[in-house]
């Protein structure tokens, strides 16, 4: 079983930055994805963007040029660097590795963008 817990979350201005953090306990051989999700006030959760254990990423063309993803395989921590941050970064991000039998979630952190 995996534990995964995020950090970073937070208020800032409409052009900021944030830098979110994930970080994960325990073992799973099979996790294969690492991804960021967010879910804004009455929407659906959406794919922000992920990483695969071969390196390769994938983007929501809403944050493609603002955000980037990466991990530290030695500290267990999948990160998600945002940049010019707008109002429609306002969400809980969330965390989630996929296993072949198993998905694991975090709890969420909120990130509140003020215009």
């Known amino acids: 079983q995996v534990r995964l817990v995020e950090s970073g979350g937070g208020l800032v201005q409409a052009g900021g930055s944030l830098r979110l953090s994930c970080s994960a306990s325990?073992?799973?051989?099979?996790?294969?994805?690492m991804g960021w999700y967010r879910q804004a006030p009455g929407k659906e959760r959406e794919l922000v963007a992920s990483i695969t254990s071969g390196g390769s990423t994938n983007y929501a063309d809403s944050v493609k040029g603002r955000f980037a993803i990466h991990r530290d395989n030695a500290k267990n921590t999948v990160f998600l660097q945002m940049n010019s941050l707008g109002p429609d970064g306002t969400a809980v991000y969330y965390c989630?590795?996929?296993?072949?039998?198993?998905?694991?979630w975090g709890q969420g952190t909120p990130v509140a963008v003020s215009s």
């Open positions: 989630s590795f996929t296993g072949y039998e198993y998905d694991y």
């Open positions: 325990g073992s799973d051989r099979s996790i294969h994805v």
